[in-house]
């Protein structure tokens, strides 16, 4: 019986649930994070995107059975491996995916209009966009997007359109690495076998992505770095009878924000790393938890991004 539970729990992937706290990026940047009632609302908005992200993931697995057999990892999960029966797999989708919709109506219209996007998008994923290149990594990316979005509109916050920007390269990004990864995993196998596990690997070249990475890898630092940089004023001034505050004073009370650059910038070569050094970045969330000092780095950006947002005041 435990092992059954176990298998079902396996089932929904939530390691993956960690995707779902891109939703908290709108209440943290925008300086509502101490305010109950925001934060109450994004809670409950992780709580619904965990379940609707996880009947997303089962019914993937249900269509993809027999390929993922073929994989050499995902051959290990429940229902590739025999250890979760489909009709009790459907059965866990259905009441997921009804659930996860009907929750979203209560919290919010937007937020519910948002879920059901994003829902149908990744349905439409599984059945079809994952067999056609270039869509297959805009509806991937499309999925984070949509993440960021749901948690700007379930908090009343707003992001600014450079982080709005920053967003959708780094979505694309990690879209991108995953399917680099996916090519040098399966890269020993024939080609029959390459479009039998993931038929949109045959239509790219290990050049071309190595290409869309470095597009947006470098999109995502610059967006990132302009939206630091254009970040309201506000927090500590510096001022000294030797240096003029509005020499220096005035430039250390704008730009504090720049400082998250470094663990930003760290991050992503880090991430780089591991797609090319350790040929890892097919599962994003697999890579952060396997590598301290890539997670160090998320640490430690959340970190001073809340310490200057809520103690400097910026």
């Known amino acids: 019986m435990k092992q059954s539970i176990r298998n079902i729990f396996r089932l929904l992937r939530p390691r ?9 990026a709108a209440l943290i940047l925008s300086g ?63 009441i997921l995916s009804i659930g996860s919709i009907t929750a979203s109506y209560f919290i919010s219209p937007g937020f519910f209009i948002i ?65 680099r990864s996916e090519m040098t995993l399966l890269a020993h196998h024939a080609k029959g076998q390459i479009i039998a596990t993931r038929k949109t690997l045959s239509h790219y070249t290990e050049k071309l992505l190595d290409v869309y990475l470095s597009i947006f890898a470098t999109s995502t630092f610059i967006s990132y770095a302009v939206f630091t940089f254009l970040t309201n004023p506000g927090g500590s001034t510096f001022n000294t009878d030797l240096i003029p505050a509005d020499i220096l004073g005035t430039y250390l009370q704008r730009k504090w924000l720049m400082i998250t650059i470094i663990p930003v910038v760290y991050g992503i070569m880090r991430y780089l790393q591991r797609i090319y050094q350790n040929h890892e970045g ?31 005041k910026t």
């Open 282 to 312: 097919e599962s994003p969330e697999r890579v952060l938890f396997s590598d301290r000092p890539l997670l160090l780095s998320v640490v430690i950006y959340t970190i001073l991004v809340i310490c200057i947002i809520y103690i400097l």
């Open 115 to 179: 879920t059901i996007i994003y829902f149908c998008l990744h349905v439409g994923y599984s059945f079809l966009f994952k067999h056609i290149e270039i869509i297959d990594i805009l509806v991937l990316a499309a999925g984070y997007i949509l993440r960021v979005f749901a948690g700007e509109v379930v908090s009343d916050a707003h992001i600014s359109a450079w982080l709005f920007l920053t967003v959708i390269s780094l979505s694309l990004f990690l879209a991108i690495g995953k399917r």
């Open 32 to 94: 509502k994070l101490f305010q109950a009632d925001a934060f109450l609302q994004v809670i409950y908005g992780f709580v619904v995107f965990c379940a609707v992200s996880s009947a997303i993931y089962v019914i993937n697995d249900i269509l993809d059975v027999k390929k993922d057999r073929l994989h050499p990892f995902k051959r290990f999960r429940p229902l590739a491996n025999n250890e979760v029966s489909i009709p009790t797999a459907i059965v866990i989708a259905v």
């Open 16 to 24: 993956q649930w960690i995707k779902n706290c891109a939703i908290f």
